[in-house]
């Protein structure tokens, strides 16, 4: 009997030394059991990387827009223009002054780029004729974008104020320089004749003058009219 005690003893101890081992073996602490509430969830913080790489494949949706003819277009002039510098057909560019929205949408950002031509250049002349410059834009880039628009606008100009009461001014002043002079040598005679010789000499100096040219200078804003509509593609916002 006593030897059967010391048997049971001595298995007690050899099984308690087992698990001692084997805890001490797991960090003195034995694995949680993995339940099955916890076993159909994804690792902490996969979540918000699935649902921000969803985002990021999710292609931008567009939406056409028309911007009807007869829309005032707000642009700053890029390059000056001038009745004496200018020539036909050199290229103009500007931007827009602030966004274009039709029917509450945006169609077209603050800073969307315009280009075009010079269509007339002309310079005053000598006898009759003011001078006159034009620009007329065909192009049309969205801000932030590369593809371009055709459009059509109204060309916009200047013509140069009219000279003729300053030259009536400039002929007449010498005309009655002369009649003065004239009949102070000459009497009646004398004045006619000097009237004619003034008269001359101030037409000769309005012929032989070009009148003052006109321009746009570079940073100036002009409002620019679209001839006909123009339809542009805008990204559609998660609010839309």
């Given at each position: 009997m006593r030897f059967l005690m010391i048997g049971l003893l001595s298995a007690g101890v050899s099984v308690g030394a087992c698990n001692r081992a084997d805890t001490a073996?797991?960090?003195?602490?034995?694995?949680d059991a993995l339940s099955f509430a916890d076993a159909g969830k994804a690792p902490v913080g996969t979540t918000g990387a699935m649902s921000n790489a969803g985002a990021a494949?999710?292609?931008?949706?567009?939406?056409?827009?028309?911007?009807?003819?007869?829309?005032?277009?707000?642009?700053?002039?890029?390059?000056?223009?001038?009745s004496d510098t200018s020539r036909v057909e050199e290229p103009v560019r500007a931007h827009l002054a602030r966004a274009i929205?039709?029917?509450g949408q945006e169609a077209l950002a603050e800073g969307s780029r315009l280009s075009g031509v010079v269509t007339d250049a002309t310079q005053s002349a000598k006898v009759k004729g003011l001078a006159h410059v034009a620009v007329r834009f065909d192009t049309l880039v969205p801000s932030g974008e590369e593809e371009r628009y055709t459009i059509q606008t109204a060309a916009v100009g200047r013509t140069a104020p009219s000279t003729k009461k300053k030259d009536a001014i400039v002929i007449g002043a010498p005309a009655a320089g002369g009649a003065i002079i004239g009949g102070l040598l000459g009497g009646k005679k004398?004045?006619?004749?000097?009237?004619?010789?003034?008269?001359?000499?101030?037409?000769?100096?309005?012929?032989?003058?070009?009148?003052k040219p006109v321009g746009f200078a570079r940073g100036v804003a002009v409002r620019v009219r679209l001839a006909q509509s123009v339809q542009v593609r805008v990204p559609v916002s998660s609010g839309n």
């Open positions: 073996g797991n960090g003195n602490r034995p694995p494949a999710r292609p931008v949706e567009w939406r056409d827009v028309t911007i009807p003819a007869g829309t005032h277009l707000p642009v700053i002039l890029e390059t000056s223009v001038g929205s039709v029917n004398g004045a006619a004749a000097g009237a004619a010789i003034g008269g001359g000499a101030g037409t000769a100096v309005v012929l032989s003058t070009h009148g």
